[in-house]
């Protein structure tokens, strides 16, 4: 049943899997999970409390002394952070913790406890769920994998047009493309859940489609997989 459906999409940075997971799932009526919402909510608290990117031991001190609450908005079907009662959602894309959250997201320790927080948002319901390492490591028996790409260039432009559209100040597409690159390499490289495709996992490049044609891509392989 699609209602109890579980799909997975990983992909680089600015491939567009926040955007297309958010609308899959609300056209099938699921449970939308923006890992990387939960990563950024880490260095949230690394910010706010000082703790350096790459002190692993102290990270994992902050998720467990300040418990993040991660709960559904039962109106828009995602889910919204909350940090002593207060939801931090719109503060994680804040250029502070953009800045570090590449950095930290290699943890073991952090990625661990945070993998046992994804696992456990889908026992009881379907789910769409984008990152880096869900249909390798989160998910790995989900009914859908998709590994959503796009040349770098195009994800380079992407970001830009978001960036402009969201803060209202133009930035340089060489110097996003410079950064997506090196995160590229590390996420690609690091010894933990690393990105790459699960061997099952359909490989969607969206250079030059439009949202609704990605949507409508992996829709189709939605309902091919529940006939």
């Keep these: ?71 559904r908005d039962p109106a828009l079907g995602t889910l919204v952070v909350r940090f ?54 989160v998910m790995p028996d989900a009914d859908v994998k998709v590994f959503l790409t796009a040349s770098l260039d195009e994800r380079a432009r992407r970001r830009a047009e978001e960036i402009t559209a969201a803060q209202g100040r133009e930035v340089s597409e060489v110097s996003i493309r410079k950064s997506m690159a090196e ?9 933990v859940a690393p990105l790459r495709p699960a061997a099952d996992a359909y490989i969607l490049d969206s250079t030059g489609k439009s949202i609704d044609e990605v949507v409508d891509e992996i829709l189709r392989l939605v309902r091919e997989s529940v006939k």
């Design 183 to 191: 995160r590229d390499a590390r996420d690609s490289s690091r010894d």
């Design 1 to 71: 049943m699609v209602e109890h459906v579980s799909i997975a999409i990983d992909g680089p940075a600015g491939a567009g899997k926040s955007t297309v997971a958010r609308i899959v799932a609300k056209r099938l009526g699921l449970l939308y999970v923006d890992t990387g919402a939960m990563y950024r909510s880490v260095a949230w608290l690394a910010v706010r409390f000082g703790v350096r990117p790459s002190d692993e031991l102290g990270l994992t001190r902050l998720l467990d002394e300040y418990l993040l609450g991660f709960e």
């Design 84 to 137: 002593q009662n207060q939801d931090i959602t719109p503060e994680l894309r804040s250029p502070e913790v953009s800045g570090i959250v590449s950095q930290l997201s290699v943890h073991p320790l952090v990625r661990e406890r945070l993998t046992s927080i994804q696992r456990s948002l889908r026992r009881d319901t379907g789910v769409v769920m984008d990152g880096r390492d869900i249909g390798t490591v």
